[in-house]
Every structure is written in structure tokens, then in C-alpha cells.
T-cell receptor
């Protein structure tokens, strides 16, 4: 069974630009969550999607948004990039929609903002 | 609010030594889940274990063991007879078991384990 895939793996953008990251969950998984990992703030929850609906959102500005498609694939978008958005963005998928089940993470997209 | 604290930022051991990683959590919920993840240099978080708040049994899986103590809000992780391949950053995480909370994980700061040959 294929794992969680994320594209692209590496990305370099300039301040003020916008970026879209993609995540394909494990087949059959309907929940997709996004996390940001930085040396200073550690791993922080961005948002979670289930059945194309955002179910939960972390404390990030509105520049961070996401969506989920009917096939459970998810995208996250960051508009007006800032230097502080440089981070590893991790996507995780989970099987059920209820009690927290183990989340399986993808390899991440490393975003560098210059 | 939930909080997970991993007081040890880095631990260095020589191969075959045992290493214990501490994890202390805070939550007001009576039902919650605790996790441990491993992050090797490649960056991908690898799931190791999930434990719910009603199951305080310790667990052993090969060289890995976990000690969950609700009385002290701790969920410690021990690697026995460490190997170089165990070198990674290990994260402890907490999730509420409320339907509205979905699958949000609150992570600790991580502990970097360096196993020297």
C-alpha cells in the first residue's frame, strides 16, 4: 500500500509570492491534516480536512488555507509569503473520522522563502 | 489547553546503552490519546505507538518499551540496547478525544537521540 505522498518535495519562493502544496493520502484514508515544522516553533497543527470539510484549524493567519477534494487529496495554499513561512510542511492521513487514530505522515515539503 | 513537554532536547549514548525519553503532558480532558513518533534525518514522521487514557498498561515492542503513568501525567519511552539506526528525533504527542477536535495532534518539542558506534 502506497504511503502518503507530498509534492513538491522542495520549493523556493520569494517573499510576497503564493504557493500551493499537494498531499495524497493513503488509499482509503479520509482525514488529512497539515502541520508546519520550524526549528523555533516545532511542530504545529495547521488544519484538518475530512470529507472535503475543514474540521479543525490551528492558530495560523488567514494567509494559510487549504482544501480537500472528493478523492481525499488535499492542497494547502500560503499567500503573500513571508520569510517566517520557511518550514517543513507535513501532511498526515488517518483512516477514520472519530477518535484520534494514528496519523501517517508524508515526507514533507520543504519550503524556503527568500 | 493541551501541552506536551519533552524536557530533554538531546541525548547522546554509545551503542548498546539504554536510553529513556521523558514526556509529560497536560490536558483537562478525561479521555485522550498519546503518541510517539520518530523522525529520522529523512524528515518523515514514523508512527511508533498510540495509547489511550484508559489503558495504563506498559507496552513492549522489541527493543522499545513505553511506561504510561496517569498519576504523574507521563508517557516515557525507553530504547533498550540502542543501535546507530535509532538516531533520530523522537516526538511525543497528545490528542483529545472529542469529536469536534478531530485529529489534531499537539506535539512536544522533540528529543534528539544520537547513538554513537
Amino acid at each position: 500500500k502506497a504511503g502518503v505522498t507530498q509534492t513538491p518535495r522542495y520549493l523556493i519562493k520569494t517573499r510576497g509570492q503564493q504557493v500551493t502544496l499537494s498531499c495524497s493520502p493513503i488509499s482509503g484514508h479520509r482525514s488529512v491534516s497539515w502541520y508546519q515544522q520550524t526549528p523555533g516553533q516545532g511542530l504545529q497543527f495547521l488544519f484538518e480536512y475530512f470529507s472535503e470539510t475543514q474540521r479543525n484549524k490551528g492558530n495560523f493567519p488567514g494567509r494559510f488555507s487549504g482544501r480537500q477534494f472528493s478523492n481525499s487529496r488535499s492542497e494547502m495554499n500560503v499567500s503573500t509569503l513571508e520569510l517566517g513561512d520557511s518550514a517543513l510542511y507535513l501532511c498526515a492521513s488517518s483512516l477514520w473520522d472519530r477518535a484520534p487514530y494514528e496519523q501517517y505522515f508524508g515526507p514533507g515539503t520543504r519550503l524556503t522563502v527568500t | 489547553a493541551q501541552k506536551v513537554t519533552q524536557a530533554q532536547t538531546e541525548i547522546s549514548v554509545v551503542e548498546k546503552e539504554d536510553v529513556t525519553l521523558d514526556c509529560v503532558y497536560e490536558t483537562r480532558d478525561t479521555t485522550y490519546y498519546l503518541f510517539w513518533y520518530k523522525q529520522p534525518p529523512s524528515g518523515e514522521l514514523v508512527f511508533l505507538i498510540r495509547r489511550n487514557s484508559f489503558d495504563e498498561q506498559n507496552e513492549i515492542s522489541g527493543r522499545y518499551s513505553w511506561n504510561f503513568q496517569k498519576s504523574t501525567s507521563s508517557f516515557n519511552f525507553t530504547i533498550t540496547a540502542s543501535q546507530v539506526v535509532d538516531s533520530a528525533v523522537y516526538f511525543c504527542a497528545l490528542s483529545e478525544s472529542i469529536k469536534a477536535a478531530g485529529n489534531k495532534l499537539t506535539f512536544g518539542g522533540g528529543t534528539r537521540v544520537l547513538v554513537k558506534p
